[in-house]
């Protein structure tokens, strides 16, 4: 996970110089920003790809520090980033996006303007496996999976773990409580988990 979320950092720190010298410079640099914060969110909140597809500007409460999440059968729910990096990271996106010439509502656009689609969110995961040399198989979805162990083996309440990512029955969030995971003491703050194990960093200025 580490390795994954610091590819697209890597990126923007070689793109900031380049940014503002020619308009494929600036294109580059807001692609790596978008790209971190999907790494980000795909894994610190467990969205799955079509709720990250779907979600709009008018869905980030900068303020409040949360997201607004539609999830399957309208089955919606709200998600509060505690990372202070991450918030950096995301206000730091907003601020490209808004400079963005695009009718459509939609967070994450391509370089057209466009929303993306989970095609893209899923040539974008690839791109960024291939530059942080992971040679496993694995998907987006994993993170959202990753992230559920995490919690669960923190000694999350499994009640929690559901109402974070979703899950409309307790039984699609029970699997996790049969993985073949490490039980840790519980921990009075679940979120501290996926920070510590996010390599969230500010973005350069």
Known sequence: VKSLLAAPK???AELATLRDQSPGGRNRYF??????????LLFSTGIRIGELVALNVSDVDMAQKQIKITGRATRGRIVTITSDALLDALAAYLDLRAER??????MFV???GTR?????IENI????????E???????????HTMAALLVSSG????DVQEILGHASILSTQVYTRLPIQKRRPSADPARILIEASSAAKLPI
């Open 134 to 144: 992971i040679k496993r198989h694995i998907t987006p979805h994993a993170l959202r």
């Open 116 to 120: 993306l689609t989970i095609y893209s």
């Open 31 to 40: 692609c790596a920003v978008r790209d971190n914060i999907i790494l980000e």
């Open 125 to 132: 995961f690839k791109k960024h496996v291939r530059i942080a």
């Open 156 to 159: 999350t309440d499994i009640r």
């Open 101 to 106: 010439v695009s009718d459509t509502p939609a």
């Open 110 to 112: 391509g370089r057209s």
């Open 10 to 12: 890597d990126q923007i």
